[in-house]
């Protein structure tokens, strides 16, 4: 993976260098001095808030294309990127053009509160900027942690969703379902409806506590929306969405595969028909259709072996993408490369993926930051049972080529975290 400045326009560069990826730092009062100085960018444009511990990527992506089917100018802020800090700002479906990025940036760097910003609070001011300038009528905005104290939380939103709840990020949401749920619900606001995918208690209670003391309107996919007679495909999926408006059910397409594409689609379509039901069926199965998300199930064939790149970084992403290699058949065997973060739960992460798969090859993302890299010789040390079909490879490249020869006419599996997918793509010529 490329560094972050030598991707970046200049002035852009200069705003993140310095400020780690990871590094978080809980409150709204620097991006809440950066937007006012900025003239309050976002509250140009309507903004649909999404968050959710997997699938808002997903469930953001096919919000936009919906939009951008319907003819509204739309901006898209998501989080992270796999390959280029670029790809988190996009306008009708395409990254911002290099000359605004690179005007945003300097009017953010002119901020004097920008020095104090943390690495996602920069990002998510220079979008803010970037959409205003380009006259975005409605953004799709994704959380990058949490929720309550995330710095997109500033948006004033015409709609809110929220995808699952599992434990993640425990060291700074906390390490119960309940306390996650709480960070998540805050985006909810007084009033605006509220879309949840399938949440099971007891954050859901959380969830619905909250959005009765806000007044705001709740709809459950599952109870007021549901999906039905699901078809899986290897690269796309169709369903039924029924719901009030639509008792006959609504017939969609996916751009993504796997059966939990299709409750992300589902949950885009419910939270869009709520907001804005303007939004003709035109648009709504164009815009499902289109939708396209790198590192989310992504499958191609090269040669006789099979790719599927997924940017699982949990036990419930991982199951989600077990599910989706069985559901589509996916050939066999099924070669893993996998390198996860280590304040990630790696021990549940990689005895769950042996479960399933024929050879599993641990190795290093070269774009995750050193502090958060898992020591290869304890994981491998440590991990419970026989080691057969399990080895270490610390060069992701030459783990991949090792992957290839071992998964031949089979699948070769590359997933963990964002940066591992994102190296394997530059590495394999995708990015």
Avoid at 93 to 118: F, I, N, P, Q, Y
Wanted: proline share 5%; hydrophobic share 45%.
């Amino acid at each position: 993976m490329l560094a972050e400045s030598s991707t970046a326009p200049e002035a852009l560069a200069r705003l993140l260098e310095d400020r780690p990826v990871t590094a978080a730092r809980w409150g709204l009062e620097r991006i809440e001095r950066l937007v006012a100085a900025l003239g309050h960018p976002e509250r140009s444009f309507e903004a649909l808030h999404i968050a959710g511990t997997n699938g808002k990527g997903s469930t953001a992506a096919y919000t936009a294309s919906v939009l951008q089917a319907a003819g509204r100018r739309t901006g898209l802020y998501t989080s992270p990127h796999l390959v280029d800090v670029r790809e988190r700002f996009q306008v009708d479906g395409t990254w911002v053009d290099d000359e605004t990025l690179e005007t945003a940036s300097r009017r953010v760097l002119g901020c004097s509160d920008a020095r104090e910003a943390t690495y996602f609070e920069v990002t998510t001011a220079v979008a803010f900027e970037c959409f205003a300038t380009l006259g975005v009528e409605t953004a799709v905005i994704e959380t990058g942690l949490g929720g309550r104290l995330d710095a997109t939380a500033v948006v004033r939103p015409i709609a809110t969703a929220i995808t699952t709840i599992s434990l993640d990020h425990t060291e700074l949401l906390g390490g119960s379902l309940a306390s996650v749920a709480r960070e998540k619900a805050g985006i909810v606001k007084p009033g605006v409806p509220l879309s949840l995918g399938r949440i099971g208690a007891p954050a859901l209670e959380v969830i619905l506590e909250r959005a009765d003391e806000l007044g705001a309107p709740v709809a459950r996919l599952g109870i007021d929306a549901l999906v039905e007679r699901p078809r899986i495909d290897p690269v796309a999926s169709s369903f039924d969405f029924i719901s009030e408006r639509w008792p006959d059910g609504l017939s969609l397409t996916t751009g993504l595969a796997g059966a939990h594409q299709v409750d992300n689609a589902a949950l885009a379509v419910m939270m869009l028909s709520r907001a804005l039901p303007d939004v003709s069926e035109t648009a709504l199965r164009s815009g499902i259709a289109d939708a396209r998300a790198p590192g989310r199930f992504e499958r191609w064939t090269d040669g006789e072996t099979t790719w599927v790149l997924d940017i699982a970084h949990n036990e419930e992403g991982l199951a989600a993408l077990r599910a989706g290699l069985r559901a589509t058949a996916t050939p066999r065997p099924w070669v893993v490369v996998t390198a996860i973060l280590s304040d990630k739960p790696w021990r549940d992460m990689v005895e769950a993926l042996r479960v399933d798969t024929d050879a599993i090859i641990l190795s290093q993302a070269v774009s995750s930051p050193a502090s958060r890299r898992w020591d290869l010789l304890e994981v491998a040390r440590t991990l419970s049972g026989p080691a057969e079909g399990l080895r270490t490879m610390p060069h992701l490249e030459e783990a991949l080529a090792t992957a290839r020869e071992l998964a031949g006419d089979g699948t070769v599996v590359v997933t963990g975290s964002a940066h591992t997918v994102g190296d394997a793509r530059s590495m394999l010529g995708l990015a």
